[in-house]
Nanobody, 125 residues
Framework: QVQLVESGGGLVQAGGSLRLSCAASGRTFSSYAMSWFRQAPGKEREFVAAITWSGSTTDYADSVKGRFTISRDNAKNTMYLRMNSLKPEDTAVYYC??????????????????WGQGTQVTVSS
């Protein structure tokens, strides 16, 4: 069993920055492929960014590329999402997800076995 807990969400003005964290427990974090997804009201959950278990390879949705940075610290069992130049359209609940047995989990939510409870990010214009 894997437990994921997100933190770091909040209200920020357009152009501002936030850093989300995802703390993991339950199994060997360094063997998980991890990702961030988000879901805005009335919309489907969408891929934001992914990172391999080693942290050596990352993948980003086009909508966040160049503004967001995904990273992980396997010694702390924690993944991060640094979000810069935030836009109102980034407003959503952000979820972290884990695929415990994959090097890279991919962009589809169905690939991930474990999810956090989500953290709200609201960007005002």
């Amino acid at each position: 069993q894997v437990q994921l807990v997100e933190s770091g969400g909040g209200l920020v003005q357009a152009g501002g920055s936030l850093r989300l964290s995802c703390a993991a427990s339950g199994r060997t974090f360094s063997s998980y492929a991890m990702s961030w997804f988000r879901q805005a009201p009335g919309k489907e959950r969408e891929f934001v960014a992914a990172i391999t278990w080693s942290g050596s390879t990352t993948d980003y949705a086009d909508s966040v590329k160049g503004r967001f940075t995904i990273s992980r610290d396997n010694a702390k069992n924690t993944m991060y999402l640094r979000m810069n130049s935030l836009k109102p359209e980034d407003t959503a609940v952000y979820y972290c997800a884990a695929d415990p047995d994959a090097y890279y989990g991919g962009r589809h939510p169905a690939s991930y076995d474990y999810w956090g409870q989500g953290t709200q990010v609201t960007v005002s214009s």
